[in-house]
T-cell receptor, first 117, second 111 residues
Framework: GAVVSQHPSRVICKSGTSVKIECRSL??????MFWYRQFPKQSLMLMAT?????????EQGVEKDKFLINHASLTLSTLTVTSAHPEDSSFYIC?????????????FGSGTQLSVL | QKEVEQNSGPLSVPEGAIASLNCTYS??????FFWYRQYSGKSPELIMS????GDKEDGRFTAQLNKASQYVSLLIRDSQPSDSATYLC???????????FGKGNQVVVIP
């Protein structure tokens, strides 16, 4: 089945630094990828839709200048948390849909646990 | 009203019993519905998708959809300890696969 690789799985950083998270579709092309954030015991909250070759679409309340998204190829989207603060500590998950497949199933990456000290 | 609601608290069921989970959604125009299983610290794993009214069975899992009442449910038959996880209801309410998730229901299967 389709595989989405997300890296790193865990990162600890100091407040004020930037962190980049990568999301790759390994055996399919994904023109669209999605970035979610999940706080402990909470549901997944959609942050933004990453579109290959164009600007990302951000959900209401998500700062585009803080959460930079780049989708430069059909298999890679990156999320950069800029000037991270402790309140950004969360579980970040990407997902992708196989552009060449007519079904609507999304495939999720393994997630990145971000801890900002 | 939240877009997708799962209001039940943690559900404890004995091994071999049926676990029943419910989910309601706000957008009457929604067409695609999913149940995901999430183990602690892991990303969600798709276990069922349903698009039409009625029941859909896959192994020990049965999804039920009622668009008129705007609810979707999940039944887990012959529950196993390995079924212990949080189950997330997801609805494609935005179109183009932008899913809205419920907060999840934790299921604990007691051996």
């Amino acid at each position: 089945g389709a595989v989405v690789s997300q890296h790193p799985s865990r990162v600890i950083c100091k407040s004020g630094t930037s962190v980049k998270i990568e999301c790759r579709s390994l055996d399919f092309q994904a023109t669209t990828m999605f970035w979610y954030r999940q706080f402990p015991k909470q549901s997944l909250m959609l942050m933004a839709t990453s579109n290959e070759g164009s600007k990302a679409t951000y959900e209401q309340g998500v700062e585009k200048d803080k959460f930079l998204i780049n989708h430069a190829s059909l298999t890679l989207s990156t999320l950069t948390v800029t000037s991270a603060h402790p309140e950004d500590s969360s579980f970040y998950i990407c997902s992708a849909r196989d552009s060449g497949n007519g079904n609507e199933k999304l495939f999720f990456g393994s997630g990145t646990q971000l801890s900002v000290l | 009203q939240k877009e997708v609601e799962q209001n039940s608290g943690p559900l404890s069921v004995p091994e071999g019993a049926i676990a029943s989970l419910n989910c309601t959604y706000s957008d009457r125009g929604s067409q695609s519905f999913f149940w995901y299983r999430q183990y602690s610290g892991k990303s969600p794993e798709l276990i069922m998708s349903i698009y039409s009214n009625g029941d859909k069975e896959d192994g020990r899992f049965t999804a039920q959809l009622n668009k008129a009442s705007q609810y979707v449910s999940l039944l887990i038959r012959d529950s196993q300890p390995s079924d212990s996880a949080t189950y997330l209801c997801a609805v494609n309410i935005y179109g183009n696969n932008r899913l809205a998730f419920g907060k999840g229901n934790q299921v604990v299967v007691i051996p």
